[in-house]
């Protein structure tokens, strides 16, 4: 049994390397026009069968001629990269931000994995933002310290003006706004030129910090091994803790893993996606920082701070939902609950292009052999759920959610004043929660208007599709998810009703002149 189980992982670790080496030499290929122009018929047609609203923002005889065109315009062989190139910003027509079109990105083994972690590589380590149309070096998460504040003006031989110009090209907003593309483009800058030129081993980049410019060169190095004890020096005694130490250990650690899960701990910035904690000393503000949507048990952060909430009898409430790209509908409800004052429909049926769905999410040909068995063994029961809440009405179909029925606000819900702050990379979710406030007035907006749009946006589920050729992947939504609350024009976000936008310097000096503003407009009233 065990000579079985040792051959399987030999096997299992054999094909694996061979798929990697396939992907990546398919990748690099030289792909004739012919079988591009084919990818993309394939792309747009699996756009067209599973997308509910793909001509909102643009009419399906401009978004025609944009594939036309693009087909037209590969007349030689070109990589999946360069095809990456041309194809993403013709998606980004569609203006829908949940519509992305993945790079053609090279796999690793496992060994090729370990033998990258031994390698640092510091330009990865700095955090951008892009600010009055210059990209900026906020921090660094190594010791690349002095670059810290300076502005990037070039990398290798291109403008980097020239580089966000080209990658605000690749991704869209929901509708016809574009303060998600400056938000957006700055924080994600590596990934973009990642994408762009793939696994670089240096790059020369070009700073301007006040009135020097000077240029700094990053490579891959090999990271410094730890010091060693020295075998003269004398060992220090280990010293055993006592019982009663290791049972509070044991507690703290217990409480620690309950506030990871309650909070929602990101391990990558050690930091909470949930922090709720009250301003001044009389529990008259409280302030509620949300980073996202999708990870940790809400329900229990929920509840325990509307609880504080309630006993405190807090006067303003500020929820700061900047930065937000949003994540589970089934949070943003039950928070919901605890801000209205009233019964509440929290979303609208969602239109979609089929009876079942569900089905092209949970099986499509960018699974795993083992998420595909999965997708087929569940088949059966989504699709029966699918026919009994999907119906048709006015020429189109709708699923229902159990969201779209009348709920009532919990027992502890905020009744006071409430303050929202919001900016461009406030999406999605967190979009949808919005509307809901701006719609019912039920709370004061500062800041910037959001990415996400008012009207909804198509996403719930996903279709992941890999282009066979080039082995592109094409992430679309499949169902309308919006609030019963329409505005016109159609296509903007969610706007605020004091506009402030910080600035470089005060994201430097860790100023925050939007929740400064709703300080002292508190102190005023």
């Known amino acids: 049994m065990q000579k079985i189980l040792v051959i399987l992982i030999v096997l299992i670790q054999f094909t694996s390397c061979v798929s990697v080496k396939k992907h990546n030499e398919q990748i690099a290929t030289l792909h004739t026009p012919d079988v591009l122009r084919n990818d993309v018929d394939r792309v747009y047609f699996q756009l067209k069968k599973h997308h509910p609203k793909l001509y909102q923002y643009i009419s399906k005889t401009d978004l025609d001629f944009k ?58 380590k700095l955090e951008f933002d892009y600010i009055n149309d210059k ?36 991704f869209a907003s929901d509708g016809y706004n574009q303060t998600l593309h400056n938000r957006y483009v700055g924080p994600r800058f590596t990934s973009f030129y990642y994408k762009d030129k793939g696994y670089i081993d240096s790059l020369k980049v070009h700073f301007k910090l006040k009135d020097s410019v ?31 130490e290791k049972q509070k250990q044991r507690l703290r650690a217990k409480n620690k893993r309950k506030k990871n899960r309650r909070q929602g701990y990101i391990a990558s910035k050690n930091e909470y996606t949930r922090n709720f904690n009250f ?23 929920y509840k325990e ?78 699709a029966i759920e699918n026919l009994l809440k999907t119906k048709k009405q006015d020429e189109n179909l709708y699923y229902k959610f159990p969201y779209t029925k009348e709920k009532q606000p919990n027992k502890l819900n905020y ?22 406030l701006k719609a019912t007035k039920r709370a004061f907006f500062v800041g910037e208007e959001t990415g996400g749009a008012y009207n909804g946006c198509v996403a719930g589920l996903y279709k992941i599709y890999e282009l066979p050729e080039s082995k592109l992947k094409v992430r ?29 310097n005060d994201l430097l000096t860790d100023k925050d002149p939007e929740l400064d503003w709703i300080l002292d407009d508190i102190s005023k009233n």
Request: aromatic letters at 10%; zero cysteines; charged letters at 25%.
């Open 67 to 124: 594939f036309d065109s693009l087909k037209q315009s590969i007349k030689t062989r070109i990589n999946s990269r360069d095809f990456y190139k041309k194809l993403a910003p013709v998606i980004s027509e569609v203006k829908q931000g949940h519509v992305a079109l993945g790079s053609a990105s090279k796999h690793f083994t496992k060994r090729d994995i370990k033998a990258l972690k031994e390698l640092n590589f510091e330009f990865n």
């Open 135 to 170: 990209l900026w070096v906020l921090k660094t998460r190594g010791k690349d310290s002095m670059v810290v504040g300076s502005e990037v003006l070039k990398i290798e031989n291109e403008q980097v003006s020239k580089l966000i110009k080209t990658y605000k090209t690749r």
């Open 279 to 301: 301003i001044g000393t009389d529990s008259a503000t409280a302030y509620m920082k949300i980073r996202g949507f999708n990870n940790g048990n809400y329900r229990k952060f």
């Open 214 to 244: 000077f240029v700094k060169l990053y490579k891959r190095i090999s990271k410094e091994d730890k010091e060693k004890k020295n075998d003269s020096l004398v060992k220090k005694k280990v010293v055993k803790p006592s019982k009663e």
């Open 305 to 382: 701070s509307f609880k504080k909430l309630d006993s405190a009898k807090t006067k303003n409430f500020i929820l700061d939902l900047r930065d937000n790209g949003g994540g589970r509908i089934a949070e943003i409800n039950y928070l919901y609950s605890y801000l209205t004052k009233n019964n509440y429909t929290f979303m609208a049926a969602s239109q979609v292009n089929s009876r079942t769905s569900f089905l092209p999410g949970l099986v499509n040909n960018s699974k795993s052999v083992s998420g595909l068995v999965f997708g087929v063994l569940a088949t059966p029961f989504v």
């Open 415 to 436: 009744k006071a004043n409430l303050y929202v702050l919001i900016n461009g990379n406030s999406f999605s979710a967190s979009a949808l929660l919005s509307t809901h």
């Open 476 to 504: 679309m939504g499949l169902m309308q998810i919006e609030a019963p609350y329409k505005q016109n024009p159609d296509g903007f976000g969610i706007k605020p009703d004091k506009e402030i936008l910080p600035t470089i």
